[in-house]
């Protein structure tokens, strides 16, 4: 034993040489067996001593085979399948040789008598494959004995899947068994594989028993290893695991693994995101490639999350040209450096990278005039709640005059489509960037509306609706994860606050399949799932990181911020929706307003710009958007002061 430990414990591996020789010993070994073998009941000297004589030349043709196919260059603790799959051939290639010497020896006058007699071979050939293929496995399984044994602490593992993914992380987890990792169980879905034995772990059900299992046996990590696995069922198996503190791995997809093969390096923890995401939504692809392929697609806000992610996703069908317009220059710039990495055909033939303002009246012109773009998606806004909250006017030049430039120049224009992203902040707004969004909304909405009714504009405008996505620019989880890697405190506005999300990639193709079967003048909001609560976000992130709430970091809560919402909506008190053919995605009915109303509104308020008077402009939003109520805001007191439009006003500003 302690001979052993000092083989697999002292050097990196055993030497090829000393390999390759055991590996000679193991087949003189196989050939005098098969010799006894076939002598054993009809004894002859003559051929005995013939066929010993010949043990020379066999360990030549083997030594030469072994040499050929490599058996002692592979690591003999990582014994695979491939590796009995080359024993198998070099045996085999030594068999035929050593066959050919003996039907040449034949022919020659000093030999009357086969060297190797057929009967000889076949037995040696099965003997060979099964000692050389014995002998690697009992190296292997005594290496991973002697370093579980020197191991003081160990870690048992489970894994969440039996088929071939599972069996393959069961393997790379015992090449790591220097680790202390031990595998103790198995779980899968499959009633046909339960309580079976695989590799000597047994299978228990997923369902029902993973978490006796699991308290019985001590399980510290479990790893998802089936590829195909559901969302939902994902997100059950983590939050049963989270609430017993067994970290969660994840493997990845088999097309992502490296070369074939499963790296210990690519079985990650699973991360927030995990716990939100749904199943893949299923799109009309052929419907969104009919209204994209072959024409002249501009993108707004093509650097920010969704912008540069509208671009990714429209890179697919192929357009005739694809602007992408932003004002920020190393947005941009990144955005560009992705491209150029991974679809440098496309930079160099349709996608045009282009800076500009949407508010800059005269570049969005000549970008319009030069290009003429035939659908548009507008991203590009101020988003974030606070700081439009202390910088109003910027809310109102680029929410909502960026929004009209690009909106009157795409009538102009004669543009088909104009896809404009919207937020649930424009619901019942608390905050000025929500207002902002609901004014571009109404604008987008009336406008529409006029040019539909008149028979005066081809351009179908058509409003997204849905709420915060996950990665994009000031979203809660970057922000956690940056505390918790700092070590805390978390900070959590409110303890009942709650958001819905959404993943970037998710509301960008939804963005695509409502502006196809959008008809002009619609609201069309998403289907965001369940509301989650910032707070117990921030706790399952913790679990998530393998810290414990309390003692290795805080939760600290810091009261709503200006304009924050406890609760978000995506349709106010007075709107209902309607179904559409794709189940995530549904009509809002909103009310309607009179163009020309709307339109001498939007303008003083824009022009109220010029003042930088903030409180003056707010005070107009909120006539525009009498559900405006400011929260937590120093405009609360304009709630009291502004004048609601009489019923005469009202009459004539809504239409329905």
Known sequence: MKLLRLLFLKSNQIPRWFIFLFDLGLCSVAYLLAVFTRYVLDFNSNLFYSAISAIPVLLLVKGITISYFRLQAFVIRYTSVQDGVRIFYAMGAAVLILFGIDSLHTYFPIGQNHLFPISILLIDFVLSVFLLAAFRVFVKLMYIRINMSTTEKKTFYAIYGAGAAGLTTKRKLEQESKNGIKVIAFFDDNI????????????????????????????????????????????????????????????????????????????????????????VISLDKEMIGEQVNG?????????????????????????????????????????????????????????????????????????????????????????????????????????????????????????????????????????????????????????????????????????????????????????????IEEG??????????????????????????????????????????????????????????GLTLGKDIQIVYTGLRPGEKIYEELLNDEENSLPTHHDKIMIGKVRSYDFEDIKKCIGELIEAYSTQDGMLMVAKMKKIVPEFKSKNSIFESLDNDVQLPDSSDLERMLLS
């Open 192 to 279: 046909n594989q339960h309580h079976k034995i695989l590799e000597g772990i047994t299978i228990y059900n997923g369902s029902s028993e993973m978490e006796d299992v699991i308290k019985k046996h001590h399980v510290e990590q479990l790893i998802i290893a089936i590829p195909s696995i559901s969302k939902a069922r994902k997100q059950d198996i983590i939050e049963r695991c989270l609430a017993m503190n067994v970290a969660v791995r994840n493997v990845p997809p088999v097309e992502k693994w490296i070369n074939g093969e499963l790296s210990f390096n690519q079985i990650k923890n699973v991360k927030i995101e995990d716990l939100i995401e749904r199943d």
């Open 295 to 483: 024409r002249v697609i501009m993108v707004t806000g093509a650097g920010g999350s969704i912008g540069s992610e509208m671009v990714r996703q429209l890179l697919k069908f192929k357009p005739k040209k694809l602007l992408c317009v932003d004002k920020s220059e190393i947005n941009l710039y990144q955005l560009d450096s992705y491209i150029s990495e991974n679809h440098p055909n496309e930079l160099n033939t349709f996608v045009e990278i282009l800076v500009g303002d949407i508010t800059n009246e005269p570049r969005m012109r000549l970008i319009f005039e030069k290009y003429k773009p035939e659908i548009i998606y507008h991203a590009a806004a101020y988003k974030h709640v606070p700081l439009m909250e202390e910088n109003p006017g910027e809310a109102v030049w680029v929410n909502i005059k960026g929004t009209k430039t690009i909106a009157d120049l795409s009538v102009r224009f004669k543009t088909e489509r104009f896809v404009m992203v919207s937020t649930d902040k424009a619901v019942n707004p608390t905050n000025v960037m929500g207002a902002s969004k609901r004014i571009a909304e109404i604008y987008v909405q009336s406008l529409s509306n006029y040019h539909l009714k008149n028979n005066t504009g081809k351009t179908k405008f058509i409003t997204t609706r849905f709420g915060n996505v996950l990665g994009s620019s000031g979203s809660v989880i970057p922000r956690f994860r940056k505390q």
């Open 488 to 545: 805390g405190p978390i900070t959590v506005t409110h303890p009942d606050i709650t958001r819905y999300f959404m993943t970037i990639p998710e509301a960008c193709q939804l963005v695509l399949e409502a502006g196809k079967m959008g008809r002009g003048g619609e609201i069309y909001i998403f289907d965001m799932g369940k509301s989650t609560r910032i707070v117990d976000l921030a706790r399952k992130m913790v679990k998530l990181s």
